[in-house]
T-cell receptor
Framework: GEDVEQSLFLSVREGDSSVINCTYTDSSSTYLYWYKQEPGAGLQLLTYIFSNMDMKQDQRLTVLLNKKDKHLSLRIADTQTGDSAIYFCAESSRGGADGLTFGKGTHLIIQP | KAGVTQTPRYLIKTRGQQVTLSCSPISGHRSVSWYQQTPGQGLQFLFEYFSETQRNKGNFPGRFSGRQFSNSRSEMNVSTLELGDSALYLC????????????FGPGTRLTVL
């Protein structure tokens, strides 16, 4: 089946940039997403990118998509303690027919 | 505009019982999807409803079912509960089918004893 891979942990210093990476296998993905989950909460949609784009910027967030390598990244500029959470990469499999396929999530740890 | 609401937030059941969870989408949204989140399997797609019809379904047994009402509110039901059904159940709403922006509710934490 289709798969989305992410590293489990990322540790960065407060004020630095965080870069969270993701690879996916479904070449027919229409949209690719980044969601944030804080402890005890649901998923917060951070941003998404259409598969024919290669970059999207939204305030402190920059998404880069390399469709050839099926690689997606999320850069968070000036990382703050409030950014500490689990970040999920997701794709809309088969144009959404299989719902969203999620990675296992990357725990972002902020060091003071 | 109010977000996606799910009730109840927490639920404790015993094996063999059944449970019904409710999801109210964002006003004006007509598509509701359900997901199961567990530490072992992560987030998995259960099904999607649009205009009171199930449009897409994930790989879950028939014990998992759902429905959608004319006001777009959705319920999911799990019958004959098993210990492995303990999970966070999340619902997501979007304006239409296959629309990019899918917004999630806070989830219902189900514990099966």
């Amino acid at each position: 089946g289709e798969d989305v891979e992410q590293s489990l942990f990322l540790s960065v210093r407060e004020g630095d940039s965080s870069v969270i990476n993701c690879t996916y296998t479904d070449s027919s993905s229409t949209y690719l997403y980044w969601y944030k989950q804080e402890p005890g909460a649901g998923l917060q949609l951070l941003t998404y990118i259409f598969s024919n784009m290669d970059m999207k910027q939204d305030q402190r967030l920059t998404v880069l998509l390399n469709k050839k390598d099926k690689h997606l990244s999320l850069r968070i500029a000036d990382t703050q303690t409030g950014d500490s959470a689990i970040y999920f990469c997701a794709e809309s499999s088969r144009g959404g027919a299989d719902g969203l396929t999620f990675g296992k999530g990357t725990h972002l740890i902020i060091q003071p | 505009k109010a977000g996606v609401t799910q009730t109840p937030r927490y639920l404790i059941k015993t094996r063999g019982q059944q449970v019904t969870l409710s999801c109210s989408p964002i006003s004006g949204h007509r598509s509701v999807s359900w997901y199961q989140q567990t530490p072992g399997q992560g987030l998995q797609f259960l099904f999607e409803y649009f205009s009171e019809t199930q449009r897409n379904k994930g790989n879950f047994p028939g014990r998992f079912s759902g429905r959608q009402f004319s006001n777009s509110r959705s319920e999911m039901n799990v019958s004959t509960l098993e210990l492995g059904d303990s999970a966070l159940y999340l619902c997501a709403s979007s304006l239409e089918l296959a629309r990019a922006e899918q917004f999630f509710g806070p989830g219902t934490r189900l514990t099966v004893l």
